[in-house]
């Protein structure tokens, strides 16, 4: 178990603590390692299902295996392993690419919905889509650490969860962090990862799906934790600088936070640090969340930079947390919202809009009925080009019936609608 969640209770916590448990997880060494588990019929996938795992990854090649059914050529089971470029792939759809970090902990989760797949990066949707693998019947095992082609994971894997239903976002941030019962409806699979020793993997649910290690090794997963935990980190242009915003979920021994910076014709520069800005300065040790912002007043308009954000422990190791990128054009003249492309869509459209001046902006779909169903973006923003995505997903996280929808945005006094076509 990579981690006791913050919600249970300072008695449990107590008594977690005196006894002397330890967060196990299991490294893999990127050639030989995994975990095989016995085909068994509850194992089969083929309606709704979710799989879940916290990753750890050392480093990133394509189809690094994480959790799969799929060992043999064209047994097409379910597979969640690594994308072409520090992303996700399950079952054959792929996230964006850049969205996993060396060394660091992410949540990722794979579901199907109602003919649907989703893939989920630390409790946040990154893509969905209808076109994907569907999942078939077979005699393989169900295997941690290797996919099919025999690419063999590099890290740590800890609490992997298999489920026969389909998750919700809710419930999947709801329960990223704590540690389960092992008796939860649905959960067919369980391995949090608490043996601590020896060559078998025990299925926590008790449904006695048993695993047998080969190679990999049992490792204390806190002592590889970060000591800051990052749940957002964004650049957005504005009047000629760069406003960064990140937001940490929790923070221990951290001294403060590094700031470099690159173009696509220079290497990294550090630009700010906490010895010299007070507002760089960590938390130190906290376990709720906190919001930071830095301003770049020194970008030049018309150029790409490319951010990069580390902390600094008490002991003087730098982490490097993420990445992000920005364009720095000129403000617009006008206030406009453009058509948005494709359209038709599916899966997913694109909306960009100017903004002439800082204003309050709302930005939201509507059915032909008039009935608002999705709030893209109900915020004050500056004066600046912006663009948003629509994935066909309602407020409730529920895929919208293919049809026609209308775009309102409304901006200091600025109003644009426009239809758009969403096809299944």
């Known amino acids: 178990m990579r981690k006791i969640g913050t919600v249970l209770s300072i008695l449990v916590l107590l008594l977690w603590s005196t006894s002397n448990a330890q967060n196990y997880a299991l490294?893999?060494?990127?050639s030989s390692n995994f975990v095989a588990i016995p085909d068994h019929d509850n194992l089969d996938l083929t309606g709704d299902y979710t799989i879940e795992a916290w990753i750890y990854c050392h480093s990133f090649t394509t189809g690094n295996g994480i959790v799969s059914k799929y060992q043999t050529g064209a047994a097409d089971g379910f597979v969640l392993r690594l994308g072409d470029n520090q992303n996700i792939s399950f079952d054959e759809l792929q996230t964006p690419t850049n969205l996993l970090s060396a060394n660091t902990w992410h949540h990722v989760a794979g579901v199907i919905n109602g003919g649907v797949c989703y893939i989920y990066i630390d409790g946040s949707l990154k893509t969905s889509s209808s076109?994907?693998?569907?999942?078939?019947?077979?005699?393989?095992?169900?295997?941690?650490?290797?996919?099919?082609?025999?690419?063999?994971?590099?890290?740590?894997?800890?609490e992997v969860r298999i489920w026969n239903d389909?998750?919700?976002?809710?419930?999947?941030?709801?329960?990223?962090?704590?540690?389960?019962?092992?008796?939860?409806?649905?959960?067919?699979?369980?391995?949090?990862?608490?043996?601590?020793?020896?060559?078998?993997?025990?299925?926590?649910?008790?449904?006695?799906?048993?695993?047998?290690?080969?190679?990999?090794?049992?490792?204390?997963?806190?002592?590889?934790?970060?000591?800051?935990?990052?749940?957002s980190f964004s650049a957005k242009s504005a009047n000629n600088s760069v406003q960064l915003e990140w937001t940490t979920a929790s923070e221990s021994d951290n001294m403060g936070f590094i700031i470099d910076r690159k173009t696509k014709s220079s290497d990294w520069v550090q630009i700010a640090s906490y010895i010299s800005d007070n507002s760089l300065k960590g938390q130190g040790t906290k376990s709720s969340s906190t919001q930071y912002c830095f301003t770049d007043a020194n970008a030049d308009i018309e150029n790409n930079y490319t951010?990069?954000?580390?902390?600094?422990?008490i002991n003087g190791d730098v982490n490097i947390l993420g990445t992000t990128s920005v364009d720095i054009s000129a403000v617009p003249t006008t206030t406009q919202l453009f058509a948005a492309y494709p359209n038709p869509f599916n899966p997913s459209t694109t909306l960009n809009y100017n903004l002439a001046q800082d204003s309050f902006v709302n930005i939201a779909v509507f059915d032909i009925m008039g009935r608002q169903i999705?709030?893209?973006?109900?915020?004050?923003?500056?004066?600046?080009?912006?663009?948003i995505q629509w994935d066909g997903l309602t407020d409730a996280g529920i895929t919208a019936p293919s049809g026609t929808y209308l775009i309102r945005m409304?901006?200091?006094?600025?109003?644009?609608?426009?239809?758009?076509l969403f096809l299944k």
């Open 307 to 313: 951010y990069r954000l580390s902390d600094v422990s």
């Open 27 to 30: 490294e893999f060494n990127g």
């Open 131 to 158: 076109s994907y693998l569907h999942a078939s019947s077979n005699s393989d095992p169900v295997c941690i650490g290797v996919d099919f082609s025999n690419r063999f994971f590099d890290g740590l894997i800890d």
């Open 374 to 387: 999705k709030t893209l973006v109900n915020q004050q923003q500056v004066a600046n080009q912006y663009n």
């Open 166 to 231: 389909a998750r919700s976002v809710t419930e999947i941030n709801n329960n990223k962090n704590i540690e389960l019962t092992g008796s939860e409806s649905g959960l067919v699979a369980y391995y949090k990862m608490s043996n601590g020793s020896g060559t078998t993997l025990t299925d926590n649910t008790g449904n006695g799906h048993t695993g047998t290690i080969t190679g990999a090794t049992w490792t204390v997963a806190n002592d590889l934790s970060l000591p800051v935990e990052l749940m």
């Open 410 to 420: 409304q901006a200091n006094g600025y109003h644009n609608t426009q239809k758009i």
